[in-house]
C-alpha cells in the first residue's frame, strides 16, 4: 500500500516536472532571455532534465518493486 502511494506520488511529480521541462524548453527555442539571463535559463533547464531522469529511475525502480512485493504476496 505504502509503495503503491510512493508511486502514485512520483507519477505526480514527474508530471509536474516534465510540464516545467516543456515549459523551459519552448523558452530556451523561443529565445526568451537574453545573454546572461539565457545563461541562467539554460543552466537550470539542464538540472531540471537531470532531474526528471533521476525520476524516470526511481519510477521505473518503483514499478519493479511493486511488482516483486505483489508476486511475494501471492506466494
Known sequence: ERAAGAGEAL???GETLRGAVNDL???V???EGQGQAQGALSTA??????NLHALAVLEAQT???R???DALSRG
Open 11 to 13: 507519477r505526480e511529480l
Open 25 to 27: 524548453n519552448a523558452r
Open 29 to 31: 527555442a523561443g529565445g
Open 45 to 50: 533547464l539542464r538540472v531540471i532534465n537531470n
Open 63 to 65: 514499478d519493479d518493486l
Open 67 to 69: 511488482g516483486r512485493v
